[in-house]
């Protein structure tokens, strides 16, 4: 399985960003699609998960109301619709792969390289 997240940028306090995650490759079953986070010096932390067919979706309270994790199966991409940013959802954005809908970092198995999210104050 390949991930390409896309969609980063600069964006204000309050203010929304859509990031894109494209799979393509051996995506076979109903696997887990997240996005994590890693702010400089921290740990990579869980921000959600989707299943790749059927409604099931995780977050975690950081984001909840904030956050909305989508797919479109048909052209192969997960999406994720931040609203009301804050400073502190700075990062690089990771979109992975995984068998379990999950936070556990270890439970997924492939990567995509990241893209940077900067929210300014």
């Known amino acids: 399985v390949q991930l390409q997240a896309s969609g980063g940028g600069l964006v204000q306090a309050g203010g929304s960003l859509k990031l894109s995650c494209a799979a393509s490759?051996?995506?076979?079953?109903?696997?887990?699609i997240a996005w994590f986070r890693q702010a400089t010096g921290k740990e990579r932390e869980f921000v959600a998960a989707v299943r790749w067919i059927g409604a099931s979706q995780l977050y975690p309270d950081s984001v909840k109301g904030r956050f909305t994790i989508s797919r479109d199966n048909a052209d192969g991409k997960v999406y994720l619709q931040m609203n009301n940013l804050k400073p502190e959802d700075t990062g690089v954005y990771y979109c992975?792969?995984?068998?379990?809908?999950?936070?556990?970092?270890?439970?997924?198995?492939?990567w995509g390289q990241g893209t940077q999210v900067t929210v300014s104050s």
């Open positions: 992975a792969h995984g068998r379990l809908l999950v936070k556990q970092t270890s439970s997924y198995d492939a």
């Open positions: 490759g051996d995506i076979w079953g109903n696997p887990a």
